[in-house]
Structure formats: structure tokens, C-alpha cells
């Protein structure tokens, strides 16, 4: 069985994106989370800025199958919906992460070598 290479653009997604729930949670941390419906909202973004990063990374592993194409869509995604809500405050390195994230999934899509 052929062995595949690693992407790089969907580690640096990963990465990133990692870097972004690091920060993310330090910030709350920080802060007081007073009522209900905020420390439910920050349960959720904190779980969704812990799984992308996981997802770039398991999709970056395996670039060439149909599984890492799609978990890497899944979390070029998810960054980018993410990004966008957050721009205002910690969105644009989520987005950066997105745009590796797409270009992992174009490469991958295509057929070319990971990078």
C-alpha cells in the first residue's frame, strides 16, 4: 500500500486554527462569563474552535483520499463561517487558516502533490 505525504497547507490551517482556540479561550478566560446564554455560546464556539483544528490536522495526514479531501473542506468551512462571525475580534487569522485550508482542499481535489 502506497504511503501518502502530508499536506503542509492543511497543517498550517490546523495549526492556525489551533493557535486562534488558544487565544480564544484565553481571552474568555479573562473575562466573566455572567449569564446562561453566554456561557453557553462560549461552550459551543470553544468546542467548534477545538474540533477544527483537529479536523485540518486528520484531513492533512491522509490529502490524497476522499476522507482527508473531506475533512479538510469540513474545517476550511467551518474556519470560514467561524472567521466570519468572529471578524470583528479573531477572525482574520481564522481566516488565513481558512484560505490554507481551500487551497489544501484544491490541491487535494486536483490531484496534485500535497504542499
Not at 474545517?75 to 468572529?86: D, P
Amino acid at each position: 500500500m502506497k504511503r501518502g505525504r502530508i499536506s503542509a497547507a492543511g497543517f498550517a490551517a490546523a495549526a492556525l486554527s489551533g493557535a486562534v482556540a488558544v487565544l480564544y479561550l484565553s481571552l474568555i478566560a479573562q473575562g466573566a462569563v455572567d449569564t446562561d446564554g453566554a456561557r453557553l455560546r462560549v461552550a459551543v464556539f470553544a468546542a467548534l474552535f477545538a474540533l477544527l483544528p483537529i479536523l485540518a490536522a486528520l484531513g492533512s495526514l491522509r490529502p490524497d483520499s476522499t476522507g482527508g479531501t473531506r475533512l479538510l473542506a469540513v474545517a476550511a468551512t467551518g474556519m470560514t463561517v467561524l472567521g466570519l462571525l468572529a471578524i470583528a475580534s479573531i477572525g482574520l487569522p481564522l481566516l488565513l487558516a481558512a484560505a490554507a485550508g481551500w487551497g489544501a482542499v484544491v490541491r487535494s481535489a486536483r490531484g496534485g502533490p500535497p504542499r
